[in-house]
């Protein structure tokens, strides 16, 4: 990791239901605990000057992935756009508790 580099690393939780190219134990809906790690760069590196020693606010970059993980991952459930159980998912879900795009 250089200078110019932020990782952090969030544990989540989630559900899936893998009806293909897994175990057959996957198939069933189920939960994991997960950790994921992220490595940030920026684009465009600009030089340290010594007032600042960061590329972006660490406690802004913290906020913004932690963000990410609490809104899009944790206790997300995970399922195949091919799964039949998706139309079922569309149909029944309360509208704006998940994505299903
Ligand atoms: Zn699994």
Do not use: Y
Not at 11 to 40: D, K, Q, W, Y
Not at 65 to 82: G, M, N, P, V
């Amino acid at each position: 990791m250089s200078a110019l580099e932020l990782s952090f690393t969030r544990r989540f939780s989630m559900g899936h239901r893998l009806i293909a190219g897994s175990s057959e134990r996957c198939a069933v809906p189920h939960g994991h605990n997960e950790f994921v790690t992220v490595t940030l760069q920026a684009c465009t590196p600009a030089r340290l000057d010594g007032k600042c020693n960061m590329v972006v606010p660490f406690a802004e970059a913290k906020t913004r992935w932690h963000d990410f993980i609490d809104t899009r991952l944790d206790h997300a459930f995970q399922i195949s756009s091919s799964d039949p159980l998706l139309a079922w998912f569309i149909e029944n879900e309360r509208p704006g508790l998940t994505d299903l795009s």
